[in-house]
């Protein structure tokens, strides 16, 4: 097994094997709670409370990358296990997949939606990195906006050019009506997720069809506009494939929040009521 995905597996199945002793022990406690004609949730919901505390502390360890508090891979491993058996332990402590309760309902929803963009994160956090590592250039997400506006500058630059230097405003034409719409702006941001060449298809097709119009004058500028054009696909990647890291977390952490929140006054609540 290669170096790399040791480091992961190992981790994983670490925690994996420790949630289900975990599970098992909460499943037996609260079974011997109830034959002793106890409260089984308080044992169950006590442990799903806390489990989805130590889940909180992943998006506080993420924004403290800088300080070496373990590997960020063994805290995703975690993450990942603590995740799956707090789904467990959720259907263990509701008793159902879905409850009756109005509020209950709320609670269920919130905790669906925290598990499902969970598992969806999960899955671009091990596909879009090597995605990324792929790319022949690297640019940090803030630098994107500066890299595309200097690339479209450089392409008019070269359109202007040809025009001045050839007398022929053919490549000028072609970059006014199919190419400058492709520079505007990030493009293909679908494709570009999903590992596709929709913007290199483009490219090589609608994009450079006025080549063979041209003279070997204008072509010396066209292939340098085209180039260009390759350039910014890998950089359209990077935004297509950062932006939806980061929008991902601006689904997924307020979720976990809220679960927080409603979780803290479901504990008020039930214990008020004991009293």
């Known amino acids: 097994m290669p170096a790399q995905r040791q480091r992961t597996f190992l981790p994983l199945m670490s925690f994996g094997v420790t949630a289900v002793v975990v599970?098992?022990?909460?499943?037996?406690?609260?079974?011997?709670?109830?034959?002793?004609?106890?409260?089984?949730?308080?044992?169950?919901?006590?442990?799903?409370?806390?489990?989805?505390?130590?889940?909180?502390?992943?998006?506080?360890r993420k924004r403290l990358s800088m300080v070496p508090i373990v590997r960020a891979s063994v805290w995703l491993a975690f993450h990942v296990a603590a995740g799956v058996l707090a789904i467990a332990m959720f259907w263990l402590h509701a008793g159902s997949v879905w409850p009756s309760g109005l509020y209950e309902q709320i609670l269920t929803l919130l905790f669906y939606l925290v598990s499902v963009t969970g598992i969806i994160g999960y899955v671009l956090s091990r596909t879009l990195p090597r995605r990324l590592a792929q790319i022949e250039?690297?640019?940090?997400?803030?630098?994107?906006?500066?890299?595309?506006?200097?690339?479209?500058?450089?392409?008019?630059?070269?359109?202007?050019?040809?025009?001045?230097?050839?007398?022929?405003?053919?490549?000028?034409?072609?970059?006014?009506?199919?190419?400058?719409?492709?520079?505007?702006?990030?493009?293909?941001?679908?494709?570009?997720?999903?590992?596709?060449?929709?913007?290199?298809?483009?490219?090589?097709?609608?994009?450079?069809?006025?080549?063979?119009?041209?003279?070997?004058?204008?072509?010396?500028?066209?292939?340098?506009?085209?180039?260009?054009?390759v350039l910014k696909c890998q950089v359209d990647r990077h935004f297509a494939c950062q932006e939806l890291l980061k929008k991902w977390l601006l689904v997924h952490v307020p979720l976990s929040m809220a679960v927080i929140l409603v979780a803290v006054w479901h504990l008020i609540l039930v214990n008020v009521y004991a009293l």
């Open 23 to 60: 599970f098992v022990l909460v499943a037996w406690s609260a079974r011997r709670s109830w034959l002793a004609l106890g409260e089984p949730a308080i044992v169950t919901g006590y442990t799903l409370f806390a489990l989805m505390l130590l889940l909180g502390l992943f998006n506080i």
């Open 137 to 229: 250039i690297e640019i940090i997400f803030e630098r994107i906006p500066a890299e595309l506006a200097e690339i479209r500058e450089k392409v008019e630059s070269l359109a202007l050019a040809c025009t001045q230097e050839t007398g022929s405003d053919t490549v000028a034409q072609h970059h006014i009506g199919t190419l400058a719409w492709f520079f505007a702006r990030p493009r293909f941001w679908v494709s570009h997720v999903a590992g596709g060449d929709a913007a290199g298809h483009w490219l090589r097709g609608p994009g450079s069809a006025a080549r063979r119009y041209l003279n070997d004058a204008e072509k010396t500028y066209f292939d340098q506009i085209i180039e260009l054009g």
